[in-house]
C-alpha cells in the first residue's frame, strides 16, 4: 500500500531549562554548575525538537554543516529513500521543488490556444525559444526541446475526432540551472484533460494488459484502457510525429544519451511533472523508460526516473504498481484528500478494499508511489479542489488545516456541488471548455465512469 503523509505546521522549538539548586557555601559552583547544565538541557531539549521537527535533518545537512540545498540532497528530493522523513512535516527544499514543478505544469494551461477560430486550435501559442517567458516563468532556468502532442483515439464530435492536441513540452536545464540542481535535469511537463475527446477517453476505465515492455514479459501489468489509448494512439493527420508515446521516449532518450556523451561528469535525472490525466500520462512514460531501458546513459549508467503527480488518479493494477517499485520508478503523489480526482479509478475495488468486496478478487486499481497529503477547499468554488494553481499555492503556504468551514460540508456536500457547478456549465452552449480548465479531469469522477 502506499505511504501517506499530511502536510503538518511547521514546529517551533521549545526551550527547557532546568532549576539551581545551589548548595550551602557553594554558591558560586553551584550557579556555574547549574547554569552548564541549563545548557546542556537547553542543548537536548533543541535537538529533540528539532528531531521532531525535522526528521531529514541528516539529509538536510550538506558535508560542510551548511543549510541545505537542492544540489546537496537532490537524490533524497527526487525520492532515493522514498521522501522518507522530508514530508512530515514538509521539508523546505521539497516544498519549493515540488512547487517549482507544480508551476511548470501550470505553464502548459496558460499557452494553451483555446479560441476556436484560431489556426492554432489546441496548439501552444507561441514558439519553444519564448513559450516559458510568454506563461511567467521565464526564470525556471530550462529550455524547451520538444512540443509533445496526443491524439485520443475515440468517437467524439467531428471537430475533435482524430485531431491531436498539445499537451506539454520536454525541456532540458541550462548550464546555470544545473549548477544550482546538482545535476542536469531532463523534465516533460503535461497538462490535464481539456478537450472532449480526451474527456471521453477518460471515461474508457476498464483495466487492459499495458504491452509496453519489449519481449511481453509482464502480461500481468494492467492499466487503465483510456490513458493507453491516449499514450500510444496517433492519427494520419498527426503530421507523422507518431503517437505521443513515441514521441516522448525518442526525445527523453536523446536527450539522455547526448546530455550524457557531452557532459559526462555530471549527474542527471528525468523528471516527469503531470497534473491529473497528465500525470496518468507521466506514470506511463516513467514506467516504460525504464521497463525498455532508455533511462540509462551514454556509459550504462542508471538515471532516476522520478514523477511528481498533481492530482493524478490510479493508473493500473497492482502488478502495474509492482512493477514500477521493481524498475525503481519514484513518484510522489500530491494529493488534495478532498479531490475525487486522486480518488479513480476504483473508487470501490482498490488498493484499501476489505472485507466482502475484496473476497471477490479479480484486478484492482492501486495508487503507485507515496502520497503527499494536502487539505484545501473552497465552498464557493468546488472546482478548486482539483485546481492545479490551488494545489501549488497550497504547497508554498504549506496548508495542512482545513477550511474554516469545510468540516461542516464533508465530502459528501463537496461531490454535490461539484456536480451542482458542473452541469451549470453544461447549461452554457461552450462551457464545457471553462470547466475543462478549472477541473480537469474531475467530470471522470462525477459517476460518468
Known amino acids: 500500500m502506499a505511504s501517506t503523509s499530511t502536510i503538518q505546521p511547521r514546529c517551533s522549538l521549545h526551550h527547557a531549562t532546568s532549576s539551581r539548586r545551589p548548595k550551602p557555601c557553594r554558591a558560586r559552583v553551584a550557579v556555574v554548575a547549574a547554569a552548564t547544565v541549563r545548557a546542556a538541557a537547553t542543548a537536548v531539549a533543541t535537538a ?17 554543516g551548511r543549510t541545505a540545498s537542492i544540489a546537496s540532497m537532490w537524490r533524497q528530493v527526487q525520492g532515493s529513500h522514498d521522501w522518507d522523513g522530508l514530508l512530515q512535516p514538509l521539508h523546505p527544499v521539497v516544498r519549493d521543488e515540488v512547487a517549482r514543478y507544480g508551476e511548470l505544469v501550470g505553464a502548459c494551461y496558460k499557452v494553451l490556444d483555446m479560441d476556436p477560430s484560431s489556426a492554432r486550435h489546441m496548439c501552444c501559442k507561441y514558439g519553444k525559444e519564448s513559450v516559458l517567458e510568454e506563461a511567467g516563468v521565464a526564470g525556471a532556468g530550462y529550455e524547451v526541446t520538444r512540443y509533445i502532442y496526443a491524439t485520443p483515439d475515440v468517437a467524439g464530435p467531428p471537430s475533435t475526432s482524430g485531431r491531436s492536441s498539445w499537451v506539454g513540452y520536454v525541456a532540458v536545464s ?20 481539456v478537450t472532449q475527446a ?25 492499466v487503465e484502457s483510456g490513458f493507453l489509448n491516449l499514450y500510444t494512439s496517433s492519427a494520419e493527420s ?3 510525429m507518431g503517437s505521443c508515446r513515441h514521441q516522448l521516449l525518442r526525445e527523453v532518450s536523446r536527450l539522455v544519451t547526448s546530455l550524457s556523451r557531452d557532459h559526462p561528469r555530471e549527474d542527471m535525472s528525468v523528471t516527469l511533472a503531470g497534473h491529473s490525466m497528465g ?13 525498455l531501458g532508455l533511462n540509462r546513459d551514454a556509459s550504462g549508467r542508471r538515471v532516476p526516473v522520478t514523477v511528481f503527480s498533481f492530482g493524478g488518479p490510479r493508473v493500473g493494477n497492482a502488478a502495474f504498481k509492482d512493477r514500477c517499485d521493481e524498475l525503481g520508478v519514484k513518484v510522489l503523489r500530491v494529493a488534495n484528500v478532498r479531490d475525487p480526482v486522486t480518488m479513480l479509478p476504483g473508487a470501490l475495488l482498490n488498493e484499501g478494499t476489505r472485507g466482502l468486496l475484496a473476497a471477490w478478487g479479480g484486478d484492482r486499481y492501486t495508487h503507485v508511489g507515496v502520497e503527499l497529503a494536502l487539505d484545501f477547499l473552497r465552498l ?11 494545489y501549488v499555492s497550497s504547497i508554498k503556504a504549506e496548508t495542512c488545516g482545513k477550511a474554516p468551514n469545510a468540516a461542516a460540508d464533508g465530502r459528501g456536500g463537496v461531490l454535490a456541488k461539484a456536480v451542482e457547478f458542473v452541469e451549470g456549465q453544461r447549461a452554457a452552449a461552450s462551457a464545457w471548455k471553462e470547466a475543462a480548465l478549472q477541473m480537469g479531469g474531475l467530470v471522470q469522477t462525477l459517476g460518468l465512469i
Open 48 to 64: 529533540a525538537a528539532e528531531r521532531a521537527c525535522a526528521p531529514a535533518a541528516s539529509v538536510a545537512r550538506a558535508s560542510t
Open 174 to 193: 541550462t548550464d546555470e540551472m544545473t549548477r544550482r540542481l546538482g545535476r542536469r535535469d531532463v523534465l516533460v511537463s503535461l497538462r490535464g484533460t
Open 198 to 222: 480526451e474527456w471521453a477517453a477518460n471515461l474508457m476505465s476498464a483495466l487492459e494488459p499495458a504491452r509496453l515492455d519489449a519481449r511481453g514479459a509482464h502480461p500481468d501489468v494492467k
Open 238 to 240: 498527426a503530421g507523422g
Open 279 to 291: 500525470s496518468a500520462l507521466a506514470t506511463l512514460l516513467g514506467y516504460d523508460l525504464a521497463e
Open 380 to 390: 464557493r468554488d468546488p472546482g478548486s479542489v482539483h485546481d492545479l494553481g490551488t
